[in-house]
C-alpha cells in the first residue's frame, strides 16, 4: 500500500467521529464509511475512534430505502471536541438547505474539525463554503451541476480526495476506501490492510484511480461517430487499431473523427487511445500479479521498454515503481 496523506486531528488516543446523517442518505454509503472505524476499533483491541450519530433536527433519519437510522443527538448539539464530521446526504442535494445547518458547518470548519462528505454531504459542505480553494470530489452524476453551482471548488473525477482536514468521495463504496486510507494514516498500513481482509476486499482503491463513469455520461450529447469510435478503442486495448482503421470502420474521413476529437475530447485520437491502454496498464499492475512484460502485450505495446518509457511518461513513474508503491 503506498505513502498515505495525513490529515491533522486531536492527539487523543480515541477520534471522536461526527456521524450526521440527512433525510434521503444511502445506507451503503453510510455504512462504508463508518464501519471501517468501527471494525478498527475491534481489531486493535482498542477504541480508536467513537462515533457519535447526529441528525438534522433530532430524532430518526429516514434513509432512501425508506428505512430509518436509529435516533441521534440534533446537530445543533455536536460536541465542540469532535475531531472529524462525516455528512452523509442524499444525491442530489435537496435545493433548500437548513440555514442553521449550513452556518453550523462553517463554525466547525473554522475550529479545525476535519469535514467528509460522503454522498450529496460534499455538495452541503460546499454550500456551507468549507470546499473553496480544496479539491473535492462526489458521484459523478452531479459532475456538471457542482461544477457550475460551485467554482470555487477544485472539482475532481477521482474515487475519493484527501486534501489537508477535507475529504469527500464519489460515494458508494468509494466511502470505503476513504476511511480505510485514513485508517492507515493513522494506525498505519497493516491495521488498515487488516479491516479490508476483514470485509473480503481484493484491496484498497486508491485516490487518483478515476470513477467508472458510463462511456455515454462522459461524453454527454456527443455525435454517434464520437461514441462509437470510444466504444471500438475499449473493445481493442491489446490490439490497437489506427485512426485510420478506426475512421474506415465508422464510415468517416480520418479527418472527421480528428475534428470530433479534438471538439468534444480536446485530444487527438492517438493521445486519447493511449490514455486508454495506459489506465488499463495501471489497473493491471495494480490489480494483478502479471509480469510486467505480459501487460505491455496486453494493453498493445510492441516491447517492454515502449511500454516503461510511455507509462513513465504519462504517470511519472515506472511500471516497477507502481508495483513498489
Known sequence: MPDTPTVTLSTSATRRVGALTLPGFSLLAQACALEPLVMANQLAGRRLYRVLAYSSGGGETPSLAELSLAAGKPFDEAEAELDMLVVCAPTPLSANADGALVARLRALGRSGVVLVGVGGGTELLARAGVLDGYRATLPWQRFTAFTRDFPRVRLSQQLFEIDRDRLTCGGGTAAMDMMMTLI??????????????????????????????????????????????????????????????????????????????????????????????????????????????????????????????????????????????
Do not use: C, W
Not at 485516490?207 to 463513469?213: L, R, S, T, Y
Open 184 to 325: 492507515a494514516s493513522h494506525h498505519g498500513n497493516e491495521l488498515a490492510e487488516r479491516v479490508s481482509e476483514h470485509f473480503v476486499l481484493e484491496r484498497i482503491r486508491m485516490a487518483d484511480e478515476p470513477q467508472q463513469v458510463p462511456l455515454r455520461a462522459r461524453l454527454g450529447h456527443a455525435p454517434a461517430p464520437l461514441v462509437d469510435a470510444v466504444m471500438l478503442m475499449e473493445a481493442n486495448i491489446e490490439e490497437p487499431l489506427t485512426t485510420h482503421e478506426l475512421a474506415e470502420h465508422l464510415g468517416i474521413s480520418r479527418r472527421q473523427l480528428e475534428r470530433l476529437f479534438k471538439k468534444y475530447l480536446q485530444a487527438v485520437p492517438g493521445r486519447y487511445y493511449l490514455d486508454l491502454r495506459l489506465q488499463e496498464a495501471r489497473r493491471l499492475l495494480r490489480d494483478s500479479d502479471l509480469p510486467a512484460g505480459e501487460i505491455a502485450m496486453k494493453t498493445g505495446f510492441s516491447s517492454p521498454a515502449h511500454f516503461s518509457t510511455a507509462y513513465r511518461n504519462h504517470f511519472g513513474v515506472t511500471p516497477r515503481e507502481e508495483r513498489l508503491h
